[in-house]
């Protein structure tokens, strides 16, 4: 699907309801607060006659409503938080590193001040609509945080949350299986692994046991187990809580876990559009030429598919590379037992920590030999412009490619 923007903007939108005395829940005007005011954020700040007030912004409103109101009046105590700690977090930043003077007898801000409040202000209510909008359309229990303390980079403007893949016209990534395994203990009988010539993935503490290169068989949708099944662990999606989250080194965004992650543990799936590799090698020149990784080559049987998480995906698609990663890339069949079309998976290579950053090797390609041709480590095998790797591993090849 094709998303249009809208040509109006928020603040015309809002003021053209309030108007027309029309609810918007969507644009911030539900029923409670058509006639009511609440704040949304603060904007600035000024001393008059010996009295502290603020400018704020009312949910809402347009910002041609905004009003100057006394502190004592303000019973919003996490938004005067977040106002101190923006202010303070400027001066720090302009003095780079230098003490910081307090002064307490400020009379009114610099408007440089106040005009990176507001934008503080803006981001941090995009940045929950968007968590709260990737939680939404998430198949699975564990929760999407977003955090920037970096920079003033909002959501994505073109990036939209899928959950498997998006087959471009005329790929089919279901091929119609209409059998199952007739198990009552998976592990124990011959089941969908063994059928198709392999062992079975995971033991019996559904962590995997084979080694990069083997494929993973899973239960499908007519097999007669049910979801506790051993052998269902991909297609429950992502068991942990992960946070998008703004690098502080150039690398844009990136993931970590908020919880800890065992070894060999399965983590996400990484799914985008698939497409053909002709396809992919148009798409990749012009990715190159803004220097995004975002093509991943479905080469476990042959080079017909790449799939493309650039503007569909989940968070995978912010994932960063490192030539020391902590996840490794598995091939899986599920519901699709074509050769041509795995299903991406990557799981954990040894124990990660809470709080630490999830990366995976661009050149792993789902098997041992990590050795590529391609340029950006993910596009299809053709020389392009070297793309520099600042993933600061002890073992960094200096480049993605």
């Not at 109006?8 to 809002?14: G, K, P, V, Y």
């Not at 080694?211 to 979801?227: A, D, K, M, T, W």
């Not at 942990?240 to 983590?267: D, M, P």
């Not at 598919?305 to 650039?310: C, H, K, P, R, Y």
């Given at each position: 699907a ?7 903007s928020?603040e015309?939108?809002?003021?053209l ?6 609810r ?6 539900p029923?409670?607060n058509?006639?009511r005011?609440?704040v ?9 006659k010996g009295?502290?007030y603020y ?5 809402g409103w347009p910002?041609s409503?905004?009003?100057?109101e006394p ?9 005067l ?7 303070n977090?400027?001066?720090?930043r ?19 001040i106040a ?7 803006k981001?941090?209510?995009a940045?929950?609509r968007?968590?709260?909008?990737l939680n ?10 977003v955090?920037n ?14 959950n498997?893949?998006?087959?471009a016209?005329?790929i089919n990534?279901?091929?119609?299986i ?5 198990c009552?203990?998976c592990?124990?009988?011959k ?11 995971y ?6 046991k084979?080694q990069p ?14 979801p ?8 429950k999606?992502?068991?942990y809580s ?6 502080n ?11 800890e992650?065992?070894?060999?543990s ?15 090698e148009r798409?990749?020149q012009?990715y ?7 093509l ?5 049987d042959?080079?017909e598919f790449?799939?493309?998480a650039?503007?569909?995906?989940n968070v ?7 030539c020391?990663?902590n996840?490794?890339?598995f ?23 809470a709080?630490?950053e ?8 789902g ?12 596009s ?7 793309t ?14």
């Amino acid at each position: 699907a094709w998303y249009v923007p809208c040509l109006a903007s928020l603040e015309t939108l809002q003021e053209l309801c309030r108007k027309e005395n029309l609810r918007c829940k969507s644009i911030g005007i539900p029923k409670r607060n058509l006639k009511r005011y609440e704040v949304e954020y603060l904007c600035d700040y000024k001393v008059e006659k010996g009295t502290e007030y603020y400018l704020v912004k009312w949910k809402g409103w347009p910002e041609s409503s905004n009003t100057w109101e006394p502190q004592k009046n303000l019973k919003c105590p996490l938004l005067l938080q977040n106002f101190l700690r923006d202010k303070n977090e400027y001066l720090s930043r302009m003095t780079e590193g230098k003490p910081l003077k307090v002064r307490n007898h400020i009379k009114a801000l610099q408007p440089a001040i106040a005009d990176y409040i507001v934008k503080k202000a803006k981001q941090r209510i995009a940045l929950q609509r968007w968590k709260e909008e990737l939680n939404r359309k998430k198949n699975h229990k564990a929760m999407i945080l977003v955090e920037n303390t970096v920079d003033l980079e909002g959501p994505p403007l073109d990036f939209y949350y899928i959950n498997e893949y998006k087959p471009a016209p005329g790929i089919n990534v279901i091929n119609g299986i209409t059998t199952g395994c007739e198990c009552t203990d998976c592990p124990a009988e011959k089941c969908c692994p063994k059928e198709a010539g392999f062992i079975l993935a995971y033991n019996k503490r559904k962590k995997l046991k084979i080694q990069p290169g083997l494929p993973i068989y899973e239960c499908n949708s007519f097999c007669r187990c049910g979801p506790d099944c051993p052998n269902r662990i991909v297609q429950k999606g992502t068991p942990y809580s992960l946070c998008i989250f703004r690098t502080n080194n150039g690398r844009g965004w990136g993931v970590k876990t908020l919880q800890e992650i065992k070894t060999n543990s399965f983590v996400m799936e990484y799914v985008g559009e698939v497409i053909t590799s002709e396809e992919a090698e148009r798409r990749g020149q012009f990715y190159d030429n803004q220097g995004n990784t975002y093509l991943f080559d479905l080469d476990y049987d042959s080079d017909e598919f790449t799939v493309d998480a650039a503007r569909y995906g989940n968070v995978s698609h912010f994932v960063n590379h490192s030539c020391d990663p902590n996840l490794q890339v598995f091939n899986v069949f599920i519901d699709n037992l074509d050769l041509r079309l795995p299903r991406i998976a990557l799981f954990s290579t040894r124990t990660i920590k809470a709080g630490e950053e999830l990366t995976f090797d661009y050149q792993m390609k789902g098997s041992i030999d990590l050795t590529s041709d391609s340029a950006d480590g993910l596009s299809p095998s053709k020389k392009r412009i070297r793309t520099v790797c600042k993933c600061g591993a002890l073992c960094c090849r200096g480049y993605l490619n």
